[in-house]
């Protein structure tokens, strides 16, 4: 029979009535709420006394009757008590970061593993690689991830959403990096929504890139089959951070995108504003005819006119000019 506590935070044994409980009870009410002390039997004596244990009978003050007690009272005293556990064990949590803040401090400054050179763990398993990429993404504190490829489903999406929240709320920091086709995906659109909403920043790149997520800035997941059923886990210091820094050169190339309103509605630049545009972000000639899907004599032609619009005499020059008049440093 399960235990609730009282309002004194122990506990004591009160049972849901069974059938037979439920029965003798019922056949007290009958009787007007009051029968002799002899009415049960010695078969119903266990019942009696389960019921006087849960407050559900009580004994005359002459000793002569069995008395029924309004449920009511019975049910507001254990609701007291669970009322008061929960208050008790809600202030224990609060504590417990504070009892273990000794704890956090050695483990913060304690030598990570992944401080080893040469490491690099490939996991077979998909089902193995998302559990052990949830348990890196349970202690980071930032994540940087570029997401190349077909877009998630709907219903990963939401539990993503939901862990984003959860990552957020503990003082998580994060980048997202998307394809240009995440624009037009319905479901990929409202969650780079969301995630915007909670503060974490999400750009669309038009070149290609690879698909890479970074816990903070000590492990690397990246893909080892084409269809993500296998992954390498990176923790060697010199690989990690050579990928940590095309993760930031793609993102300097990245565009921002208004997930708040429609970011496919967008109203199309003049090819020639947005080749200055990219010209400016620092992407080369090849690089803008690659992902504007132009030609590079057609992006030189353009370029040309630019240079001469804004008096610049190389390259390089404009782009700072350029750089100057979008107001960006």
Known sequence: MPELPDTEGESEEVALPDEAERALYLEVLASGGRVPRGTFGAADQAAVARLVAGGLLAGSPDGL?????????????????????????????????????????????????SVRSGVVRHVHDARQVVDQARELEAAAREILTAQSGAPLAPEQLADSTARARAFVARGGTARVLYEPAARTDPATVAYARSLTELGIAVRVLGEPFKRITVFDRTVAVVPAAADQSSAAFVEDPAVVAFLVGGFERDWQRAEQVAWAGDPAAEPERPVEEQIGRLLAAGLTQRTIALRLGLSERTVAGHLSRLRELHGAETLFQLGWRMREGDGSQ
């Open 65 to 113: 009757s069995w008395l029924a007690v309004d449920p009511r009272s019975v049910s507001a005293r254990i609701s007291a008590g669970l009322r008061s556990a929960g208050t008790r064990k809600l202030l224990e949590a609060e504590q417990l970061g504070e009892q273990l803040a000794d704890f956090t401090a050695a483990f913060d400054a304690a030598p990570r593993r």
